[in-house]
């Protein structure tokens, strides 16, 4: 298993593999242009290895170019191909076999081939060395093909995570455990923090409360606790962006849990959509939110009873808790129509034992 940022990849494919996919790729290509001079068009960054390595095994006269395209941020597709260096010049009249390190859904394809519609080349075939026939549009004929692999992402010999992993002479699958990620809901009193704490424990979750990054980030000092004290100091709202980078690094402090439980954010439906964006950017989702529901006099009973020990005062005044309360129903409503409309909102019964709810909320998420 190796790290690259904050993914772990597995060994998926050794370097003999490789090579040997490459041989037999040469060896088609070879019988097919014998007596031509084609010009193999490599396709940068990836396919840098897989040329260089193709070239050693093929037997004939040739010649070699580069273009080169950009369409991935991270695990994904941004859905834009972009030029970034031009087909080469005098090809009129040759024969053009295209080496691609990787064809997946084939966006880059489409933009390779119309990159040389315009030019006036005797033939144009496509030889590409990894193929995910289960995501391919199916557009082009692929002419040549080394490995055909699986819908998953993968680093390695040309191939990169966040440009690391390019240099590695075997490729690696990304690890991807089953993840659970859970946004907890409940008013002040419904027991979030008792149950989390159990939760965690259960399902190897990390537990970020807002209240508590926020406290530590201004405590530490930090860049983004200083920012934020800066807003709170001026009596204005922390920004959502500060908010989603303080989230962000507790994740990124955590590669080896198992998921996440928030409990604090979102608190909006904006929030809400701008922790969408940026799990989504982790190759994660929020799984499901639950709220943790229970009748209002019995979570003052319970708050009244906090606030002996506590020694907060919105635990000892009824009018403040019940202020609370309305400020959370008035947030809490979109939100459930947003999560709702995802099929990820959740209710469960916060009345009972620990061990009651801890079960119900269980039930929930083993169902997932």
Known sequence: MIRLHDKYF?????????????????????????????????????????????????????????????????????????????????????????????????????????????????????????????VYNGEYAIDYVGLEIPDKFIVGYGLDYKELGRNLREVYQLNQKYMINLVLFGKPGAGKGTQAQFLKEKYNLKHISTGDVFRYNIKNGTELGTLAKSYIDKGELVPDEVTIKMLEDEVDKNPDADGFIFDGFPRTTAQAEALDNFLESKDMKVDATIALE?????????????????????????????????????????????????HKFHSVNGIGSIDEITQRLTKVIDSL
């Open 294 to 342: 229970a009748n209002d006099d019995i979570l003052i009973e319970r708050l009244l009873e906090r606030g002996k020990n506590s020694g907060r005062s919105d635990d000892q005044d009824v009018s403040k808790i019940r202020n609370r309360f309305e400020e959370y129903s008035s947030k809490t409503a979109p939100l459930k129509d947003y999560y709702e409309e995802q």
């Open 10 to 134: 597995k060994p998926f494919l050794s370097e003999k593999q490789i090579l040997g996919a490459i041989q037999r790729m040469a060896q088609e290509i070879a019988v097919d242009y014998k007596d031509d001079t084609p010009i193999f068009v490599g396709v940068l960054n990836g396919a840098f290895m897989f040329v260089s390595d193709f070239l050693k095994e093929y037997p004939h006269s040739c010649e070699v170019s580069f273009v080169k395209l950009s369409s991935y941020q991270g695990l994904t597709s941004t859905g834009i191909v972009e030029t970034l260096l031009d087909v080469p010049d005098n090809i009129e009249g040759r024969s053009i076999i295209i080496l691609e390190d990787i064809i997946d859904t084939g966006r880059t394809l489409q933009k390779l081939v119309h990159l040389f519609s315009n030019t006036k080349v005797k033939e144009f075939k496509i030889a590409s060395l990894f193929y995910k026939a289960e």
